[in-house]
């Protein structure tokens, strides 16, 4: 399989809302996409996207070793979000050449998707449960660990980020009722204290899984012996190394994988051999999602089939006012459905790009 061109193009896509988490707050989503074409002309594509919050790349490193690769082909030193975009867009065309899609799926199956709540007021995100549980989601992503209005100083009181924590997974609880199942994520933002405290308090909600309240995967081992709710890891697990580490210490049950935090769907699928696992999304745009999608319905092969009650964390398209893609994935009722064309599905709309082209 010859290219005969690659294209890499940096875009970004608006929020509807800021999106605030314990790491910071963002009203748009930098990102970059990689176009590659064969001698026959078929296109494969791929999506790279900064982890810039989470300490990793930024836009421009990531531009130029995508450049870098399409001139001498090397992935070696590729740095994670760019070996995913590689290895997608590579994925891609050899599933578009060959008429399927990257997985082993069905293209007429969905995967199942959680609400993602970004943190607030507790009044305010639980209204935005409401809504989104109108929309047919049944699993609540509560971003914890934020600093928000109603945590700093006011009337000179201050409640402290725990506590609000509490009181934004009881106010969805009580607005939504016993049979949703909530998550909660929080970043790292909570010292081991703070994280057996709060989780302490959480334990009457009912709370699904925790992902990454602490910072490394001993603290999270600690924490784990101290609480029922179950641990998910995010930033302690980049890696197959790190995810047999996690296995070796019992930090966590579960663990969420985004594809340009690990390098793309093959060491995804590699993790969720030792972990049980769901996706998520770093905030990706049409064609990571999609890839994500695709993975998700793969985790059927791996060794921990029994956990596939767990939603996955790809309906972030609700939180953009824009796209690139003519085609993509669709969500209803809270299922994420795969574009019926074959690869990954995905087509882009050429006026768009260049309207969200950085």
Not at 191 to 216: C, H, M, N, R, S
Request: hydrophobic share 45%; glycine share 8%.
């Amino acid at each position: 399989m010859r290219l005969s061109s690659v294209e890499v193009i940096p875009y970004a896509l608006p929020f509807r809302e800021p999106y605030v988490t314990a790491r910071g707050s963002l009203t748009e989503r930098e990102m970059v996409l990689l176009r590659v074409r064969d001698e026959d002309g078929v296109v494969g594509l791929g999506e790279a996207v900064p982890l810039a919050l989470r300490g990793g790349v930024g836009l421009a490193e990531v531009v130029r070793e995508l450049e870098t690769w399409a001139e001498h082909r090397e992935v070696d030193r590729l740095s994670a979000p760019a070996r995913c975009a590689v290895e997608t867009a590579l994925m891609d065309l050899r599933g578009r050449r060959a008429g399927n899609g990257l997985g082993k799926g069905a293209r007429d199956e969905a995967v199942e998707c959680n609400a993602t709540l970004v943190a607030g007021p507790p009044e305010a995100v639980a209204a935005e449960a409401e809504a989104w549980a109108q929309a047919g989601f049944t699993t609540f992503k509560l971003k914890l660990g934020a600093e928000t209005v109603s945590t700093r100083d006011i009337g000179g009181l201050r409640r402290s980020r725990g506590s609000e924590d509490v009181e934004m997974v009881r106010a969805v609880r009580r607005s939504l009722g016993p049979e949703v199942r909530i998550r909660v994520d929080v970043n790292e933002a909570w010292d081991l204290e703070t994280a057996k405290a709060t989780l302490a308090a959480l334990e009457p909600f009912d709370v699904e899984l925790a992902e990454q309240p602490v910072t490394g995967l001993e603290a999270m081992a600690e924490l784990a012996t101290s609480t029922s709710i179950p641990l998910a890891a995010d930033e302690s697990v980049t890696n197959l190394d790190e995810a047999e580490e996690a296995a070796a210490l019992g930090a966590c049950a579960y663990t969420g994988i985004k594809l340009s935090k690990v390098g793309g769907p093959e060491e995804a699928l590699r993790i969720a051999d030792v972990l049980p696992a769901y996706l998520t999304s770093a905030l990706d745009g049409p064609v990571g999602i999609a890839a994500a999608a695709q993975v998700a319905l793969s985790l059927a092969e791996t060794t921990h089939p029994e956990r596939l009650h767990l939603a996955h964390g790809l309906a972030t398209q609700r939180l953009f006012a824009a796209t690139i893609a003519s085609v993509e994935c669709e969500l209803r009722d809270g299922m994420l459905h795969l574009p019926p064309g074959p690869g990954l599905g995905v087509e882009i709309d050429e006026d768009s790009l260049q309207a969200h082209r950085l």
